[in-house]
């Protein structure tokens, strides 16, 4: 590293820049994303019909298309003391590895115990449920990151929380429950024998015993329904989570700001889309309002391509068929990412906002398999130190791959992607990319149709 820089290694906004209010980027949007429909009667969902299900106030916030700024509660900002405002970093190191004329810049969210984002979220949700005096929460959790943030977040608040984990990832990461665990959180497999969804799952998919996102919060909303004072929450995909998340792109756009640097490509892994959401949420809103414009781009795995080989329809967001119909790409609620995929971005789905801001155009999307993901990730441990989680690792490819089309071109761009979270739980993972004896199940056109062709008419 040269020291003739004038951009830190690391952009650390002052304590007093922590967001005041999150950023709806509904409120810019044209043409709002469809509303969640009643699979019974099929007309929009009502306050009143989702409110036996999730939180009161994060109703309000999810069915909220036109409020700009929603304030931040000091609650909640005072818990974010203790791990934001997070670092955007100037990748130097891995600029310098690269040979590229690009600036890449990541926002690190890892730097809290649960290891990623989902925390932001996580302790929104979780206080908004304490606000209401409820006593607990039901989730699902996939590679255990977003159950991890949660058990903090309940942990902190004193409420109960039952997490419902995929049971692939419950067998393959012992030590990622055990967290949940001394955070209070009791922690179930899925599927599981323990709730009436579960029981039917494993009796109609005998094959089917890995488990899924779909089916893990099909019993946890059993569950919330049928238990007094709980409520479910959701980790991604649903509005609100993309709202408590725009925190994210927030600071990231007020670091770059204060630098005067320009972002010219934004990239972000995509699950069910709330990391990226919340990263390009401002970006997002400047490009709407015509102020500036981005290339903005989210990575997804190709073994679970909902974006890039799916149909932007109405399904539901679970197995089970026990959550409303959310209008969004999808490659079909039935289908099952294979249990060799190390990363959580297994979800069928794809957030509603994100899934009608890539149908209008505002952003594209690429598929990238697990070991160039991997090769990537190796590349940014041994440059930048970090040891990347899965997940994110999809985003650090796809910069690389962007840096590297700068050093043919000789362009400068202003790279910035999301780093999610860390990877110190997805060591098994590490160590079949280390044999070399990871591979990538990517599914035939004829799955993915046999998994559409069962969608919900709508
Ligand atoms: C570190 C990390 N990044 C990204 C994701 C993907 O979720 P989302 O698309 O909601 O950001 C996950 C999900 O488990 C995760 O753990």
Redesign the pocket.
């Known amino acids: 590293m040269s020291n003739t820089q004038t951009i830190p290694y690391k952009i650390y906004l002052p304590e007093d820049k922590l967001p005041k209010a999150y950023y709806n980027v509904r409120a810019d949007m044209k043409v709002k994303p469809a509303p969640m429909l009643n699979p019974g009667t099929l007309q929009p969902m009502t306050a009143e019909e989702l409110e036996p299900v999730f939180c009161k106030e994060l109703v309000k916030q999810e069915l909220d298309n036109d409020t700009r700024d929603i304030p931040i509660p000091t609650e909640i900002r005072d818990f974010y003391k203790m791990y934001r405002p997070s670092p955007l970093v100037r990748a130097y190191c891995l600029e310098e590895a690269l040979g590229t004329p690009a600036h890449i810049y990541y926002k690190f969210e890892g730097n809290n115990t649960s290891g990623?984002?989902?925390l932001n979220s996580a302790i929104a949700q979780a206080y908004y449920a304490k606000n209401q005096g409820l006593k607990g929460v039901t989730t699902e959790t996939?590679?255990g990151?977003?159950g991890t943030a949660l058990s903090m977040a309940c942990g902190y608040l004193g409420l109960e929380c039952k997490v419902f984990m995929v049971r692939v990832s419950y067998e393959q990461k012992p030590d990622r429950r055990e967290v949940m665990r001394t955070y209070g959180a009791s922690v179930t497999p899925s599927p599981s024998d323990t709730t009436n969804v579960g029981r039917q799952i494993l009796a109609d998919h005998p094959d089917g015993k890995n488990g899924s996102l779909g089916t893990a919060i099909s019993e946890a909303v059993e569950v919330a329904v049928g238990t007094e004072g709980y409520r479910y929450v959701l980790?991604?995909v649903l509005n609100q989570v993309l709202l408590h998340q725009s925190i994210i792109g927030l600071e990231a756009k007020s670091a770059l700001d204060m630098y005067d640097v320009k972002a010219d490509i934004l990239i972000g892994?995509?699950?069910?889309?709330?990391?990226?959401g919340g990263l390009i949420s401002p970006f997002m809103g400047e490009k709407l309002r015509g102020e500036a414009d981005y290339d903005i781009i989210g990575v997804e795995p190709a073994s679970c391509p909902s974006f890039t080989r799916g149909k932007y329809v109405y399904d539901f967001c679970d197995t089970g068929h026990v959550t409303p119909l959310a209008k969004m790409y999808t490659i079909g609620n039935e289908f099952i990412p294979s249990p060799n995929h190390a990363g959580?971005?297994r979800f069928h789905g794809m957030s509603p906002i994100l899934s009608e801001l890539y149908h209008q155009g505002y952003m594209r999307a690429v598929a990238v398999d697990q070991v160039e993901v991997f090769k990537a990730a190796t590349t940014f441990a041994r440059t930048e130190g970090i040891l990347p989680?899965p997940?994110?690792s999809h985003a650090i490819c796809q910069a690389i791959k962007e840096a590297e089309k700068c050093k043919e071109t000789g362009e400068a761009k202003n790279i910035v992607f999301g780093l999610?979270?860390t990877g110190y739980f997805d060591l098994s993972a590490y160590r079949q990319f280390n044999d070399g004896t990871m591979t990538d199940d990517i599914p035939t056109d004829e799955q993915i149709a046999a998994s559409l062709a069962k969608l919900p008419k709508v």
């Not at 892994?269 to 990226?276: A, D, F, I, P």
């Open positions: 990623s984002h989902k996939g590679a990151q977003w980790g991604s892994c995509t699950g069910g889309g709330s990391n990226l959580g971005l989680a997940e994110s999610s979270g």
